[in-house]
T-cell receptor, first 109, second 116 residues
């Protein structure tokens, strides 16, 4: 069993739909990251959070430390949101990140 | 700010050759990370440095891989000799770490390595 598991692996949505991507982890963490990898390969950090909720534009990330679970929500999805979304957790010691396998999101117009 | 700079962006080499990947972190950042991404294994941390000192190299696959950070603005990842299974995209990332506070990591554009 992977330390970080994401679901779904693939997600196809219509423009405007509300999207949720889930991340579960099995180890104690000091922080959780959500990353976005564009079709061209570039990786962008979306959020880093250790509790509660963060919002940036149409993106919302939540984390429940007790349940070892995080969600990434996209409101009013747009084709330009199409990318791979990767969850990564940082352990309680050091800076090492452990990555989930990613969720491939495709938003159709 | 130019962000994290990696070179080359693409490298094609023959099995057995030495490959050197380069990274310039964001100015002021004191942590540097080397990652490898493949279809089979996804993103994996190879090694990371804090204040130019290697902290965790447990992700380095084998002795053929070595990484150095001679100063705060430059790091190299070397593969010698290279093998076809080393073909991957290699990302460098940097962040600022102060005491127990970790800032987010900023990724470079990656180096796509193909070993024939």
């Amino acid at each position: 069993k992977n330390e970080v598991e994401q679901s779904p692996q693939n997600l196809t949505a219509q423009e405007g739909e509300f999207i949720t991507i889930n991340c579960s982890y099995s180890v104690g963490i000091s922080a959780l990251h959500w990353l976005q990898q564009h079709p061209g390969g570039g990786i962008v950090s979306l959020f880093m959070l250790s509790s509660g909720k963060k919002k940036h534009g149409r993106l919302i990330a939540t984390i429940n430390i007790q349940e070892k679970h995080s969600s990434l929500h996209i409101t009013a999805s747009h084709p330009r949101d199409s990318a791979v979304y990767i969850c990564a957790v940082r352990g309680t010691s050091g800076s090492r990140l452990t990555f989930g396998e990613g969720t491939q999101l495709t938003v159709n117009p | 700010d130019a962000g994290v700079i990696q070179s080359p962006r693409h490298e094609v080499t023959e099995m057995g050759q030495e490959v050197t990947l380069r990274c310039k972190p964001i100015s002021g950042h004191n942590s540097l990370f080397w990652y490898r991404q493949t279809m089979m294994r996804g993103l994996e941390l190879l090694i990371y440095f804090n204040n130019n000192v290697p902290i965790d190299d447990s992700g380095m696959p084998e002795d053929r891989f070595s990484a150095k950070m001679p100063n705060a603005s430059f790091s190299t990842l070397k593969i010698q000799p290279s093998e076809p299974r080393d073909s991957a995209v290699y990302f460098c990332a940097s962040s600022f770490k102060a005491s127990t506070l970790h800032n987010e990591q900023f990724f470079g554009p990656g180096t796509r390595l193909t070993v024939l």
